[in-house]
């Protein structure tokens, strides 16, 4: 009787848990059908709060407006903040924009794409106001764009310059008598250097901080440019880190003044011409984008494929950001027997990933550009294997901050058999019909033959790498290698090089194709891979939110430990991915 007491109450509340979430997923769906039709006031100020994460296309969050648990960190779409940016420079509705950014979440290419999409707004006659109370680099460099920079009296803005810090977990492996099985071509590949070194190599120091010097040097000469001090001036006060408070980012011309946030909407009520005793219109960019169509009319198509990601085999989906190899060779070869779409853009976020996947989307991408112009535009990362994709389209377009190049090949595994054996106490013997065993083993180490195959294999992959970027690029072999060997280039060292064509946006990269296409006059443009049904979205987010937000709570302030441990299990095989991910302060 007690069990089937317990099983009809939890069968009750599972049914009622199941009704309720039905009633609340109806009611939540009913609300959103009906929302009214998205209205702009007159006189109204576009509020683009950019405190988020911004990727390459707008993550639509089916959970967003319900009233369940949705994604825990707010995303923005490049392409559609740009959309909202050139539909209000011409909407008379709109008087300016409030540019209120502390923390944004991106990369310097991507921060100088809306960097510029904000300067070609104010050439309408409008204005960019910039207020927040603190402000990273990242934050300072597109806060810099506007008309005037305000700070709160007790802010903070950082400008000491760009940092690039590696952790290495040498020492941690030792402790765990686990020893990496490490193989590379190219002395600038550094991706294996963390499990093997306690601190960077000389080459990796080099190249990290040429790369940083350059891509500072061009952060120096927009904010130059925009805030009229001089590029050496903005160099002392960098270097000294003369900025240590709000009341000198003033004194030394950063910022215009320091107010608090009353004084600064008042500023905005007679920007728009406002009494102090009425509101500011003030439209949030989600709100303001669901005011207007970018839909255009044409037979003419250029398809915009997005490879935002790490290179994968498999396919991909929405939730993470991960390049399918089979997903994109489908985008890949629709796009080109389309006759409907006349050029296509490669657009690669990406730092590479396994040489494989990277290899089969170069061929469907070397095929399009045989019967279509196929334009590569670069984001914050292009390398490696996102170097892979590029070299083989028609025209590569970058960013001066853009991390590219790394042409070169690792692979790695471990040998836990001193972890396993002496730490857990779990023992492995195997027999074997030759002298090669299991190939990817982490219960011995390899066996001389072994090492030697997988350094035979990686040295044959790497030919194979810059023997294609030597063809697509149009150089010789040799000229391919000097420049090779791993090495990490931001846009302008790679286009001083031979590796990229032109500097621009992705803007740029679009009329190039059209151009090569010949529809420079009649054209639309779309975006691959196409977004999932609205149903498959929803289930599909509920199931990755549960699934991380419990993981989550479980480990806490170790969720991004094991991230990395995550990322590891993707490292197996022939690698073409950059060195790590660059997180640049």
Same mark, same amino acid.
């Given at each position: ?15 009622? $848990?199941?009704?309720?979430? %039905? ?84 990369? $310097? ?14 050439? /309408? ?7 927040? +109370? ?24 950082? %400008?000491?310059?760009? +940092? ?23 002395? $600038?590949? *550094? ?9 960077? *190599? ?16 061009? &952060? ?14 903005? =160099?002392?006060? /960098? ?24 004084? $600064? ?6 920007? &728009? ?5 009425? /509101? ?17 009319? *044409?037979?003419?198509?250029?398809? !915009?494929? !997005? ?11 929405? +939730? ?29 976020? /990406? ?18 550009? =045989? ?111 000097? !420049? ?40 639309? &443009? ?26 989550? *709570? ?32």
């Amino acid at each position: 009787m007690s069990f089937f007491k317990a099983f009809w109450a939890a069968f009750l509340a599972f049914c009622l $848990f199941v009704i309720v979430f %039905f009633i609340i997923f109806i009611v939540g769906i009913a609300s959103l059908s009906s929302e009214k039709e998205t209205i702009i006031d007159d006189h109204s100020v576009l509020h683009l709060k950019l405190d988020a994460q911004i990727t390459e296309l707008q993550k639509e969050n089916p959970l967003e407006g319900l009233p369940v648990v949705g994604n825990d960190v707010q995303n923005i779409g490049l392409v559609q903040l740009k959309q909202a940016i050139e539909h209000a420079k011409n909407d008379p509705k709109i008087e300016g924009i409030y540019l209120d950014i502390s923390h944004p979440m991106a990369g $310097f290419s991507t921060l100088e794409e809306i960097r510029m999409a904000l300067i070609d707004f104010k050439s /309408s006659g409008k204005w960019v106001l910039a207020y927040n +109370t603190t402000m990273t680099e990242g934050a300072y460099y597109l806060a810099s764009a506007a008309d005037q920079v305000y700070l709160h009296p007790e802010g903070e803005v950082e %400008f000491n310059g760009l +940092t690039v810090e590696i952790g290495f977990y040498k020492k941690l492996f030792d402790k765990l008598e686990i020893k990496p099985e490490v193989f590379r071509v190219g002395e $600038f590949k *550094s991706a294996v250097e963390p499990f093997i070194l306690e601190k960077m *190599s000389d080459a990796n120091r080099l190249q990290l901080t040429e790369l940083v010097n350059s891509i500072y040097g061009h &952060v120096i000469d927009r904010i130059a440019e925009t805030r009229k001090i001089s590029k050496d001036r903005l =160099k002392e006060i /960098s270097d000294k880190m003369l900025v240590r408070n709000a009341r000198l980012a003033n004194e030394l011309g950063l910022v215009d003044s320091l107010l608090y946030d009353d004084e $600064f909407q008042s500023i905005l009520k007679q920007r &728009v011409g406002l009494n102090d005793d009425q /509101s500011v219109s003030l439209v949030k960019y989600n709100k303001y984008r669901k005011s207007f169509s970018t839909y255009k009319s *044409s037979k003419n198509e250029v398809a !915009v494929i !997005v490879a935002d990601g790490t290179i994968m085999p498999g396919t991909s989906n929405q +939730t993470d950001q991960v390049i399918g190899a089979d997903t994109y060779v489908k985008e890949i070869r629709k796009a080109r027997e389309d006759k409907d779409i006349k050029a296509i853009v490669l657009r690669v976020n /990406s730092p590479g990933g396994e040489f494989r996947s990277s290899d089969m989307m170069w061929r469907e991408l070397s095929l399009a550009s =045989k019967v279509k112009p196929v334009i590569a535009s670069m984001g914050d990362y292009a390398a490696s294997g996102g170097y892979y994709l590029s070299m083989v389209c028609d025209t590569i377009v970058a960013q001066p901050h853009t991390i590219t190049g790394s042409i070169g090949i690792f692979g790695m595994m471990f040998d836990m058999s001193g972890f396993l054996g002496n730490k857990v106490g779990i023992t492995f013997d195997e027999v074997k019909t030759g002298q090669f065993g299991e190939m990817y083993t982490v219960t011995r180490p390899l066996n001389e033959a072994e090492r030697s195959f997988w350094q035979k294999n990686l040295d044959e992959h790497y030919e194979t790498f810059t023997g294609k970027a030597a063809e697509g690029r149009h150089m010789a072999i040799d000229d391919i290698k000097k !420049v090779a060997s791993g090495r990490v280039w931001t846009g302008q060292q790679a286009k001083d090089r031979g590796l990229v064509d032109v500097l621009g946006s992705f803007d740029d990269a679009i009329k190039i194709a059209a151009a090569k296409a010949k529809i420079q006059d009649d054209y639309k &443009v779309k975006y691959y891979p196409e977004q999932k049904p609205f149903f498959e979205q929803f289930f599909s987010q509920l199931e990755e939110n549960s699934k991380t937000n419990t993981i989550k *709570s479980e480990l806490g302030e170790y969720y991004g430990w094991y991230q990395q441990l995550q990322d590891l299990k993707t490292y197996q095989g022939a690698q073409a991915r950059m060195p790590y991910k660059l997180e640049i302060h």
